[in-house]
């Protein structure tokens, strides 16, 4: 039996530029040729007249597990039921691999959802995972009660001190993590701690990404502020999440270190815009007066990004707000100051790259048969990405233009 698939379209998008009249051809889940002219006989043609062809899209920061609505239980179950049209959105708009930077739960749902996503027990995008974020007490991921006694009434995977962050580590591995994430900074969404102070010492980040590293696992760093991303660097972290209040000297730390960042800037905007919005904060006091108190450099975020010559990967923090306007971060990529070429880059090659994944994120023979298709030219409209109409995941159609 023939499975082959020629995928023919006027444009296409490598994962590193732009070329002229795809002619892809898809075997076994495996993209063999780029330019086929001569398909094995019996092969199915999926003609895309005034698209452009994309390698699946890579989003290196998002929340699957977030809190149910009022009408769910706030269990391991009912979050995991809460994920899957979560799953959907993101598939749907082009995202066939996600990496889950954490979840609060004891027994984290993500850690099922990958197994049923890579067995096809579920649709969806790929799934790569921090189990949880690995708090100092006090910090952004301590979701304690206040006055709560230490060992007693804590919520969240907290750890001080070199011993609890070691075992810490140990236990994200015995959950079959393929990140750690931690919080070298306070956040925004937290209640007590602060954005612009760090939350770790060099040696207890030092512990963490030695741990981490001895058992082959890489790094990501929740770091909003120029001390926790400079620990961070010279812990060896491989990603610094957000970096909103981060000086150019910060970023080009950064730089000079080879070290991604994910910037997440749409979610910046997405709570900057609400910021008078009273009914949104109603239940958030702490959170709002955070984001008032620093929102004139949140907005200088994106422009300090784009003129920082960092290594950007596309992460964009959904589940903070809808999935399905994850596809957002391409504007405020560019909104930013970034060409589109450069949006798009980060959410195929370069977020490959990050998340080591040398078979993603490119459009090459030997790779994996993620693609995806829109209407139009995003490199002359990058809203263009709002429109995904063709998504291949490991050579299955999963959406598709035609009826």
Not at 207 to 235: N, Q
Request: aromatic share 4%; net charge neutral; with cysteine.
């Amino acid at each position: 039996m023939n499975d082959a698939v020629l995928v023919t379209a006027p444009r296409w998008w490598d994962g590193h530029r732009a070329r002229t009249h795809a002619r892809v051809l898809v075997r076994h889940g495996r993209i063999t040729d780029t330019d086929c002219r001569h398909p094995p006989p019996g092969t199915t043609r999926l003609d895309l007249p005034g698209h452009t062809l994309l390698p699946g899209l890579i989003d290196c920061h998002v929340h699957l597990a977030q809190a149910p609505p009022a009408t769910a239980p706030d269990t391991t179950a009912g979050r995991t039921l809460t994920a899957l049209p979560a799953l959907r959105d993101l598939l749907t708009n082009g995202f066939t691999t996600v990496r889950d930077l954490g979840s609060t739960l004891p027994d984290p749902p993500t850690v099922h959802l990958r197994h049923a996503l890579a067995t096809g027990v579920v649709p969806g995008p790929r799934l790569l995972l921090a189990p949880h974020m690995i708090s100092a007490r006090a910090g952004h991921a301590d979701h304690s009660p206040y006055a709560a006694a230490p060992g007693t009434r804590e919520t969240g995977t907290l750890a001080d001190g070199a011993g609890e962050i070691l075992r810490q580590v140990r236990l994200e591995a015995r959950l079959g993590a393929d990140w750690i994430k931690c919080a070298a900074t306070g956040g925004l969404t937290s209640p007590t701690d602060r954005p612009d102070l760090p939350a770790y010492t060099q040696d207890e980040l030092d512990t963490l990404v030695k741990a981490a590293t001895d058992l082959g696992l890489p790094c990501a760093a929740h770091a909003f502020s120029d001390e926790g991303i400079t620990r961070a660097v010279r812990a060896g972290i491989r990603s610094v999440e957000h970096a909103c209040l981060a000086t150019p000297a910060a970023l080009e730390l950064l730089r000079a270190h080879d070290v991604f960042l994910v910037p997440t800037l749409y979610g910046v905007t997405y709570y900057l815009d609400r910021l008078d919005d009273e009914q949104f904060w109603k239940d958030r006091p702490q959170e709002h007066a955070k984001v008032a108190r620093h929102a004139e450099t949140l907005r200088g975020h994106g422009a300090r990004v784009a003129a920082g010559h960092t290594k950007l990967a596309f992460g964009t923090d959904a589940g903070m707000f809808p999935h399905a306007d994850n596809w957002r971060e391409f504007p405020a990529l560019t909104t930013a100051g970034l060409t589109p070429g450069q949006a798009l880059r980060a959410a195929t090659s370069t977020a490959a790259d990050l998340l080591r994944r040398p078979d993603l994120g490119t459009i090459t023979p030997g790779g994996r048969a993620d693609l995806v298709a829109v209407p139009g030219n995003p490199l002359h409209d990058i809203d263009t990405m709002s429109a995904v109409d063709l998504v291949m995941q490991h050579g299955v159609i999963r959406r598709s233009p035609h009826p």
